[in-house]
């Protein structure tokens, strides 16, 4: 058991609307990130959040933004949503600690774009 | 940017059997390299991980092994069980303190154990 909590598990949007997903960090961990993992492929990096500042950031568009709380926890929204935005949305929650940081996932937010 | 290759993108055993998936990398500064297990329905799970400045580490019955020179790694599964059935996904971080900060993953091999 990791520790990481996402919600909702599985949600189902139309074309234009705009999803935002929640998730919890492991109890110790300072650290989130975001990743979008398409059916049958590995997950692709979208932006880590550090002290409720945005600490790097893959290769996606602005309409991907992400907010960090106090409490570590974590919210991704996407605004305008495609069809190619259906994917499993994976957090990972991390302590920062340079050289020894790893990452551990929950299981995920299934997105549907219809 | 980072490119991860992974190979075979299936494998089947037998049971009791040993397993090896290889990966390879592009940028020369990585220094972390992890390997994830993910199950049907379920988030990736850390199972092994090693930086640059080793070349071999063991847990039980998996290993991992590195090569900087060659630019790959490996992951290596001895004793294979039905439950080590699931798909295994490399990665690998080039971040300057060798923190896991952004992963780059390969495309997943499916391992399949036949009882």
């Known amino acids: 058991e990791t520790g990481v909590t996402q919600s909702p598990t599985h949600l189902i949007k139309t074309r234009g609307q705009q999803v935002t997903l929640r998730c919890s960090s492991q109890s110790g961990h300072n650290t989130v990130s975001w990743y979008q993992q398409a059916l049958g492929q590995g997950p692709q990096f979208i932006f880590q959040y550090y002290r409720e500042e945005e600490n790097g950031r893959g290769n996606f568009p602005p309409r991907f933004s992400g907010l960090q709380f106090p409490n570590y926890s974590s919210e991704l929204n996407v605004n305008a949503l495609e069809l190619d935005d259906s994917a499993l949305y994976l957090c990972?929650?991390?302590?920062?600690?340079?050289?020894?940081?790893?990452?551990?996932f929950g299981s995920g937010t299934q997105l549907s774009v219809l | 940017g980072e490119n991860v290759e992974q190979h075979p993108s299936t494998l089947s055993v037998q049971e009791g059997d040993s397993a090896v998936i290889k990966c390879t990398y592009s940028d020369s500064a990585s220094n972390y390299f992890p390997w994830y297990k993910q199950e049907l329905g379920k988030g990736p799970q850390l199972i092994i991980d090693?930086?640059?400045?080793?070349g071999e580490k063991k847990d039980q019955r998996i290993a991992v092994t590195l090569n900087k020179t060659a630019k790959h790694f490996s992951l290596h599964i001895t004793e294979t069980q039905p439950e080590d059935s699931a798909v295994y996904f490399c990665a690998a971080s080039s971040d300057l303190y060798g923190s896991a900060r952004q992963l780059t993953f390969g495309s997943g091999t499916q391992l399949t154990v036949l009882p």
């Open positions: 990972a929650s991390s302590l920062k600690q340079g050289a020894n940081e790893k990452l551990f």
């Open positions: 090693i930086r640059s400045n080793v």
